[in-house]
């Protein structure tokens, strides 16, 4: 998270003074527009996890830190009273907005990074022999 406090200020000076109406806007819209620095860190970690795990199965890494991001997004919510349905829908949108960015950003870098799970093959020196 301390990625996201380097490019926050700046980000919210752009999106300052931004008014959200409709239920649509202010529910789906507004929590995506405000968890877009820290979506971008968790692309970050998606990506950085899938260069830094040496494992045959590496696309899967990526599910724990989505999973962290999603329950953890949720849990940071408290009410005074049982919130309303459009309330929940907001929660969990920036929740889960950072988690799929997380996902999204390991499996395009996994895709793009193409490692060879086995050795590449040997040359064949068949050839040199008397």
């Keep these: 998270m301390w ?8 980000y919210w000076k752009l999106t300052n003074h931004i008014i959200y109406s409709g239920e649509f806007a202010g529910m789906v819209l507004m929590p995506l527009i405000n968890k877009l620095p820290a979506a971008l860190a ?8 899938i260069w830094l795990v040496d494992s045959r199965w590496k696309i ?8 962290l991001y999603a329950v ?14 459009l309330i ?12 799929i960015t997380c996902l999204i950003a390991g499996i395009i870098s996994a895709w793009r990074l193409k490692i060879p799970s086995t050795v590449p093959n040997s040359p064949d020196y068949s050839d040199l022999q008397n």
């Design 3 to 10: 990625m996201v406090s380097l490019f926050s200020p700046v």
């Design 42 to 49: 968790a692309a970050c970690v998606g990506a950085s996890v």
């Design 60 to 67: 899967l890494w990526p599910i724990l830190p989505a999973l």
């Design 72 to 85: 953890l997004g949720l849990l940071s919510y408290h009410w005074a009273r049982p919130p309303q349905n």
């Design 88 to 99: 929940r829908s907001y929660q969990i949108v920036s929740a889960l907005f950072p988690a």
